[in-house]
């Protein structure tokens, strides 16, 4: 099958043999997919390596072989936002996170278009945060397995006092005490109000939000926890040592 014209972004680049790259990148019409992009490592092909860089969109042609599509010619349509530190990292993230959880040649168009959106929110300078946490609801709806964060599992309306912990089968279901930790596992009513509103919530609310939601990512991720994960909360801990100590606060 030939496929021309496609738009995608660049998820994930890795060499294989000498001289070639395996690409991974979401595409606007056919899905995720995997191409082999041959002789793009010679001194001379600097151009389509960069345009094969994570989060580069990009327009292409190639031709369907199996799982994996042969690269003809590929394009850059803009420059990939220039991201560093905790930046660069969510980006990697929610790239993993569309590697994990999107199936093969299974067209997303939201998908697509949330991941444009979260890609020019990181290259603003946007809060990491409520990006990271809209762009995981919208893959989560996108994928087929997204939640209804405004009511209980029962129906009833979500209280924005209450605490709740997500369900990834019922949503939120309503945090009644505090034994074994679940309300330091939980997230406020109101957090999860505003994120089926799209509406940012306060910022000591943001905290709550991101351990209910990867709760849900959890399950569907198959026991197997992303790189990720491990690379941001690595580089949280290497901020917080660096912090110098608060008069009468915990600087750890």
Not at 42 to 59: C, D, S
Not at 123 to 143: C, K, P, V, Y
Not at 155 to 161: K, L, Q, S, Y
Not at 209 to 221: A, G, I
């Amino acid at each position: 099958m030939r496929i021309v014209g496609e738009h995608a972004f660049v998820l994930h680049a890795r060499p294989w043999r000498e001289t070639s790259l395996l690409v991974e990148v979401l595409c606007e019409g056919q899905g995720r997919m995997g191409l082999v992009a041959r002789g793009v490592r010679g001194p001379k092909r600097q151009a389509l390596r960069a345009a094969l860089q994570p989060l580069q969109h990009v327009r292409f042609d190639a031709v369907q072989r199996g799982e994996l599509a042969h690269l003809n010619t590929v394009e850059a349509l803009d420059a990939a936002p220039r991201l560093q530190g905790e930046a660069m990292l969510s980006g990697f993230y929610a790239s993993e996170l569309v590697l994990r959880l999107a199936p093969r040649q299974d067209p997303l168009p939201e998908l697509y278009a949330a991941y444009g959106e979260l890609r020019a929110r990181l290259g603003e300078g946007a809060s990491l945060a409520w990006t990271l946490r809209r762009f995981e609801r919208d893959l989560l709806d996108a994928t087929g397995v997204g939640l209804d964060y405004a009511h209980e599992g029962d129906g009833e309306p979500v209280d924005p006092a209450a605490r709740y912990r997500l369900d990834p089968g019922h949503g939120p279901v309503r945090v009644r005490g505090e034994r074994g930790g679940e309300r330091e596992r939980s997230a406020t009513g109101r957090a999860l109000l505003a994120l089926a509103a799209d509406e940012a919530p306060p910022v000591e609310d943001l905290g709550g939000l991101r351990r209910v939601l990867r709760e849900v990512l959890e399950s569907h991720l198959g026991g197997r926890p992303l790189a990720s994960w491990q690379l941001l909360g690595d580089l949280g801990r290497v901020a917080r040592a660096a912090m110098p100590p608060q008069s009468g606060g915990d600087s750890s």
